[in-house]
């Protein structure tokens, strides 16, 4: 296959070709990587139980540093979305990746409650900076046709890191003690380090909107294709502009202001509702009469829903539109999580219920993370997918504090569970609007000039 000295644009060069190794590639180490962040954000819930024990320390005490953590969440995403689309989503991939592997280890020499608080802070910044910015470069290095597919199925990193911090604590804790829990979330990013470093690319799209060198262009579009005969003089353009000034602007300029709302809508209600049902299910259905090993079974069985929709969900969404499919999965969780405190103690039904509730909600939370990705431009994609996230994380620490409230106050479950639907009907309105907004789900750039290389 060759290519003469015509000009290659960009987009349609990886929208009109298979597949390939050097691409999956990208999404298998931007895969791993949320696997390592999934394993580190998720390993304080296993933990806390045996800090607890042996500092002496009431469970409530931990509280602030469980809020510390989603804090450190909330800013690293809001921070570095911004840092990536200035020096690129592969720097801020690696510092990100450093730092979270540098205070998990420093997490496991904690000796006081302080120290482990500022740790896990200072975790969180690494954590919440290396999400939005695996799923910016998985979406830029994906065809169009299978990103929203990629995307979610890269995401699943995440819950299959979650799912291995509870199976290394439960094996690890009773014989070896909490902290190597923690020595082992701190080395295997920094072993993965020297991996990231060698083979992750930078977003070629990134490096077209900010005027890299065309000798680094040309390197990429071989490796996505080295089939192709490139000639030496072949240029490379992408109908995209790069933008200068405060990105966070930008995401409300040029007709996007009313979508960036309202997917900020979507992230602050889904995620308030996935960490509400992922903290409080066990305990509840505990209260409720459930035996403790069959409450974790249950609690585990919502993780599990949310794998199988990431599998599942992405190919509708990219036939489809995520217009269409993340209504039906925002509706169908509402109504799985009302029933769901209607279930009493019957096992089964619980378990159906609560893996329908996971299906929708972790399944919907990864269709909304692929339609940041789609719905802003390459220059301001890190930043758009990391407000969406650290939007989010503010319902993630809303969530939980809102259901240990009401249990408080010795609500019945069937008014918890009721209450918990609403943040999903909300979402559900929001994504609705969206589409009645946008009529198709599309970089909103205006008709920017088109960038040649």
């Not at 998720?42 to 804090?71: C, M, N, R, Y």
């Not at 009645?436 to 008709?447: C, D, F, P, V």
Request: hydrophobic share 55%; net charge positive.
């Amino acid at each position: 296959m060759a290519a003469d000295g015509a000009v290659i644009d960009i987009p349609s060069f990886i929208n009109e070709r298979k597949l390939g190794r050097f691409q999956l590639w990208v999404v298998l180490i931007c895969g791993f990587t949320v696997l390592l962040d999934g394993y580190d954000a998720q390993s304080i819930a296993f933990v806390a139980p045996s800090i607890a024990k042996e500092w002496h320390l009431d469970k409530f005490t931990l509280g602030p540093v469980f809020t510390a953590s989603l804090v450190g969440l909330l800013v690293g995403a809001l921070l570095f979305g911004v840092v990536a689309d200035k020096i690129g989503r592969r720097k801020v991939i690696l510092i990100c990746t450093a730092i979270f592997g540098v205070f998990t280890l420093l997490t496991a020499t904690s000796d006081n409650l302080t120290q482990l608080l500022i740790y896990r802070l200072l975790t969180g910044f690494g954590l919440g900076g290396a999400m939005p910015n695996c799923i910016a470069l998985t979406a830029e290095y994906c065809p169009e046709r299978r990103r929203a597919t990629l995307v979610m199925i890269m995401f699943t990193g995440f819950s299959f890191g979650a799912a291995a911090a509870g199976a290394i604590a439960a094996h690890a804790i009773p014989t070896h003690g909490w902290r190597v829990v923690w020595y082992v979330g701190g080395i295997l990013p920094l072993i993965t380090l020297p991996l990231q470093f060698a083979a992750l690319p930078e977003s070629i799209r990134f490096l077209m909107v900010t005027n890299a060198a065309r000798e680094r262009i040309a390197s990429l579009v071989r490796r996505i294709d080295p089939r192709l005969a490139l000639a030496a003089d072949a240029r490379f353009t992408i109908g995209e502009t790069n933008i200068t000034g405060v990105p966070v602007a930008h995401l409300f300029r040029n007709a996007r202001g009313a979508g960036t709302v309202l997917l900020w809508i979507i992230f602050f209600m889904n995620l308030l509702d996935l960490f509400f049902l992922q903290n409080w299910i066990p305990a509840i259905t505990t209260g409720a009469g459930v035996p403790v090993q069959t409450a974790v079974i249950i609690g585990t069985l919502f993780q599990i829903g949310g794998i199988v929709a990431s599998f599942l969900i992405g190919m509708p969404m990219d036939r489809y539109g995520a217009f269409r499919v993340l209504p039906l999965m925002f509706g169908l969780g509402c109504v799985f999580v009302i029933v769901l405190g209607h279930a009493g103690t019957d096992v089964p039904v619980l378990m159906l219920l609560t893996f329908g509730a996971g299906f929708c909600v972790i399944g919907g939370q990864n269709c909304a993370n692929a339609l940041s990705a789609i719905f802003y431009p390459t220059a301001m994609r890190s930043t758009g997918v990391g407000w969406c996230l650290g939007i989010g994380r503010v319902g993630a620490i809303v969530g939980p504090l809102v259901a240990a409230f009401l249990i408080s106050l010795k609500w019945p479950t069937a008014s918890i569970f009721l209450l918990g639907g609403l943040p999903l009907a909300l979402a559900c309105v929001a994504i609705v609007i969206m589409s009645r907004t946008y009529a198709e789900e599309e970089n909103l750039q205006g008709k920017p000039a088109t960038k040649v290389v």
